[in-house]
Every structure is written in C-alpha cells, then in structure tokens.
C-alpha cells in the first residue's frame, strides 16, 4: 500500500471513529448523567414515573462520584428523584432526598437564594401531603420572605407563595389569617399579569370559596362569576382550594 493510499485509510478511521457514538460505558460520567436526566424528564413528561426513577437514581450515583456530595447538580438530581417517588406514593424515600437537596442549597447559594425558596416550597408541599401541617407553615413563611426579598413584594412569586400559605391556614381553619394573603395574591397577579391571565381565576376562586366557607355568599358571588369567562391553569397546577405548583423536574440547578 503505498502511503497516499496508507493516509487516506487512516483518515477515513479516524473520521469513522468520531461519527461512531460512544457505548455507555466508554461515556464521561457527566455527559451519561446529563443524557439520562433529559430521559428522566422526557418520561416524566409522559406520566412513566416508575420507569424513570432507575434512570435519576443512575445519574445521581454519577454526579455525585464526579462532582462530590454536595454539588448543587446533585441537589438537582436528588430534588428529581425525590419528585418522583413522591409522585408514585413513597413520601418516606422521597423526604429525605428533598431534605438533603435544601442543605446543598443553602450551603452553595445561601439562606436567601430564590433556588432555596423553591427547595422549600418543595419539601413543604411534601409535609403537607403526609399532613404534617405544623412543619409547613415555617417552610412556606421562609420561602414567602425569601421571594420578597429577592423579587420584590409584587412578583408573580410571591402571590404564589401567598397562596400556598393561604391554603395552608385555610385548610387548618384560620380563615381570618387566610383572606388577607387570597386579596393580595389577587391583587399581585391581576397588577403584574394582567386580569385575563390563567392564574387569575384561580385567585378569584379561592378567595370565593373562602368567603363562602365563612358565609360570605354575597362576596363570593361575584368572584365566581369574575372567574368564569376566564381561561384556568392545567390541571397539574391546582389542588383544591389553592395553587400548589407542583415541584417539577430540573434539567440543571
């Protein structure tokens, strides 16, 4: 073979090897990780939750072997994995892994950083699930004052964690503590959304049915039929008297 023939086999091997995906074992730890959290999202997405918990449980074995225990990409895997056995009914391994993932927020970012209000929110939707009232308001009245502080007192944020708080005291009976925080989610979310927005006419509704638990109907009535023409969030995004966003999954902290 002579050696323009000899070059041009190599080069067409080399040009072969690079176009040739890598077998999983042969992948950089970080890249596999990455690769399986856009699955663990794409089945999430799809409603297989128990299909996917094997794939965030991989990738948190990764991230944690490349990048150490307390990296905020570990938080993002654990909070993943955490979501998903919440989802499929395991509260007790789900509390944990939401535990943790808050530690390495704080310890990465800071008590006040937004990420720690949404670790929050998180771990007290959770708490609430189980019935733990007690243990969520702190974590929701934390995570309200870090939004203020980070956001302002009229961001969409915070009238989401308004309404969380809300909920919470409605459902345990303080209505009275409850309707001030309903009025000013409405008013936040009308001011810096607009009054058609979808998250409107659950605010609407939620102070309606305050007003009508406590006897309200003259008040109630209105709202209800302020709400009515109005288009509503999915599904995913209500629960009852209250707006309690679900955590979703992250593809990166």
Same mark, same amino acid.
């Given at each position: 073979? #002579? @050696?323009?023939?000899?070059?041009?086999?190599?080069?067409?091997?080399?040009?072969?090897?690079?176009?040739?995906?890598? $077998?999983?074992? @042969?992948?950089?730890?970080?890249?596999?990780?990455? +690769?399986?959290?856009?699955?663990?999202?794409?089945?999430?997405?799809?409603?297989?939750?128990?299909?996917?918990?094997?794939?965030?449980?991989?990738?948190?074995?990764?991230?944690? +072997?490349?990048? =150490?225990?307390?990296?905020?990409?570990?938080?993002?895997?654990? #909070?993943?994995?955490?979501?998903?056995?919440?989802?499929?009914?395991?509260?007790?391994?789900?509390?944990?892994?939401?535990?943790?993932?808050? *530690?390495?927020?704080?310890?990465?970012? =800071?008590?006040?950083?937004?990420?720690?209000?949404?670790?929050? #929110?998180?771990?007290?939707?959770?708490?609430?699930?189980?019935?733990?009232?007690?243990?969520?308001?702190?974590?929701?009245? *934390?995570?309200?004052?870090?939004?203020?502080?980070?956001?302002?007192?009229?961001?969409?944020?915070? /009238?989401?964690?308004?309404?969380?708080? &809300?909920?919470?005291? !409605?459902?345990?009976?303080?209505?009275?503590? /409850?309707?001030?925080?309903?009025?000013?989610?409405?008013?936040?979310?009308?001011?810096?959304?607009? $009054?058609?927005?979808?998250?409107?006419?659950?605010?609407?509704?939620?102070? /309606?049915?305050?007003?009508? &638990?406590?006897?309200?109907?003259?008040?109630?009535?209105?709202?209800?039929?302020? @709400?009515?023409?109005?288009?509503?969030?999915?599904? /995913?995004?209500?629960? !009852?008297?209250?707006?309690?966003?679900?955590?979703?999954?992250?593809?990166? &902290?």
């Amino acid at each position: 073979m #002579n @050696a323009r023939l000899a070059g041009w086999v190599v080069a067409c091997v080399v040009t072969l090897s690079l176009l040739t995906p890598l $077998p999983v074992h @042969a992948q950089d730890p970080l890249s596999r990780a990455t +690769q399986l959290n856009s699955e663990v999202l794409q089945l999430y997405q799809r409603g297989k939750y128990r299909e996917a918990i094997p794939k965030a449980r991989e990738a948190l074995a990764l991230r944690e +072997q490349a990048l =150490g225990p307390t990296h905020p990409e570990v938080a993002t895997s654990l #909070n993943n994995l955490a979501v998903l056995l919440e989802t499929t009914g395991d509260y007790a391994g789900s509390r944990p892994l939401k535990e943790r993932a808050l *530690r390495i927020y704080e310890q990465a970012h =800071g008590p006040d950083h937004p990420l720690v209000a949404t670790s929050l #929110n998180n771990l007290a939707e959770l708490l609430r699930a189980t019935g733990d009232y007690a243990g969520v308001r702190p974590l929701y009245e *934390r995570a309200l004052r870090i939004y203020e502080q980070a956001h302002g007192p009229n961001h969409p944020l915070v /009238a989401t964690s308004l309404n969380n708080l &809300a909920g919470l005291l !409605g459902a345990t009976g303080d209505y009275a503590g /409850a309707r001030p925080l309903y009025e000013r989610a409405l008013r936040i979310r009308e001011q810096a959304l607009g $009054p058609t927005h979808p998250d409107v006419p659950t605010s609407l509704n939620n102070l /309606a049915r305050l007003l009508r &638990a406590t006897g309200g109907y003259a008040g109630a009535r209105p709202l209800y039929e302020r @709400a009515r023409p109005l288009p509503f969030p999915p599904l /995913a995004g209500t629960s !009852g008297s209250t707006t309690r966003r679900c955590a979703a999954l992250r593809a990166t &902290a």
